[in-house]
């Protein structure tokens, strides 16, 4: 994107939106929240029960669809999010504020729900505690991109496989073990190549343990139960691990 068109989308999210609104923070929750109902609502009307590792991987998955379409926008907006990065770092400097809950609450309007541009500051704001993602030679902006492209499909397979076992619990396996596998050794060499880089000495313990640790700390286990989950149903050959008889 040239210097312009940087300047023109600055400008066009920055003024006061028109027509009806919804701010980030409430568009994540629906969409994660519809996710998950839709999964748990998939698998209660196939077999009319719920399972707690069922609900815990449906979530997990949930929140997946919605970063992969975050690590899309960071493919598409990659010159957008530099320029954007020097705006959040100004304002926070300015105000005093966490960019990370200021861009929790701005108003999307909703003709604007899929703007790649919006969500693009979702890692603008993030640069504030690693920049790397203004860096796109950098291993954590390559790595999101792969996953934003490459997991949605047998996200989905799996979505679908364990709510309504549609899929030989060997083939689901497989596939599992193979996604959830990759979550566990990406995040991890991320966790290597952040401190490796010397990230953490720009920001604070607060920000490491809240930005850094606990949100990747979420993919790892979540990764690591999945892998869990996976292994069962190869070695099972049937999906009693999820509570299908």
Same mark, same amino acid.
């Given at each position: @994107?040239? +210097?312009?068109?940087?300047?023109? &989308?600055?400008?066009?999210?920055? &003024?006061?939106?028109?027509?009806?609104?919804?701010? %980030?923070?409430? *568009?994540?929750?629906?969409? %994660?929240?519809?996710?998950?109902?839709?999964?748990?609502? @998939?698998?209660?009307?196939?077999?009319?029960?719920?399972?707690?590792?069922?609900? $815990?991987?449906?979530?997990?998955?949930?929140?997946?669809?919605?970063?992969? /379409?975050? +690590?899309?926008? #960071?493919?598409?907006?990659?010159?957008?999010? +530099?320029?954007?990065? +020097?705006?959040?770092?100004?304002?926070?400097?300015?105000?005093?504020?966490?960019?990370?809950?200021?861009?929790?609450?701005?108003?999307?309007?909703?003709?604007? #729900?899929?703007?790649?541009? *919006?969500?693009?500051? &979702?890692?603008?704001?993030? =640069?504030? /505690?690693?920049?790397?993602?203004?860096?796109?030679?950098?291993?954590?902006?390559?790595?999101?991109? &792969?996953?934003?492209?490459?997991?949605?499909?047998?996200?989905?397979?799996?979505?679908?496989? /364990?709510?309504?076992?549609?899929?030989?619990?060997?083939?689901?396996? $497989?596939?599992?073990?193979?996604?959830?596998?990759?979550?566990?050794?990406?995040?991890?060499?991320?966790?290597?190549?952040?401190?490796?880089?010397?990230?953490?000495?720009?920001?604070?313990?607060?920000?490491?343990?809240?930005?850094?640790?606990? *949100?990747?700390?979420?993919?790892?286990? =979540?990764?690591?139960?999945?892998?869990?989950?996976?292994?069962?149903? $190869?070695?099972?050959?049937?999906?009693?691990?999820?509570? /299908?008889?």
């Amino acid at each position: @994107m040239s +210097e312009h068109h940087a300047d023109q &989308a600055l400008s066009e999210q920055e &003024a006061r939106p028109h027509g009806p609104t919804l701010s %980030v923070g409430l *568009i994540v929750t629906l969409t %994660v929240s519809t996710l998950t109902l839709a999964g748990l609502g @998939m698998r209660n009307y196939a077999h009319g029960d719920f399972n707690t590792l069922h609900a $815990i991987l449906i979530l997990f998955f949930s929140v997946n669809f919605l970063v992969c /379409y975050w +690590e899309a926008c #960071l493919f598409w907006r990659r010159d957008y999010i +530099e320029t954007r990065t +020097e705006y959040w770092r100004e304002r926070r400097r300015v105000t005093g504020r966490a960019p990370a809950l200021e861009f929790f609450i701005i108003q999307v309007p909703l003709k604007q #729900l899929l703007s790649p541009t *919006i969500w693009a500051d &979702a890692w603008a704001t993030y =640069c504030q /505690y690693d920049d790397s993602y203004a860096d796109r030679r950098t291993f954590g902006y390559n790595a999101d991109i &792969a996953n934003g492209f490459v997991t949605p499909v047998p996200t989905l397979i799996l979505y679908v496989a /364990y709510s309504i076992d549609f899929l030989p619990a060997l083939i689901a396996g $497989i596939i599992g073990v193979a996604l959830f596998w990759q979550w566990t050794y990406v995040t991890s060499v991320y966790w290597v190549s952040f401190f490796v880089s010397d990230r953490q000495s720009k920001i604070s313990r607060r920000e490491i343990y809240t930005y850094i640790v606990a *949100i990747n700390s979420y993919w790892v286990l =979540c990764a690591l139960l999945g892998l869990y989950v996976s292994i069962c149903l $190869i070695l099972d050959g049937d999906y009693s691990i999820l509570g /299908y008889l």
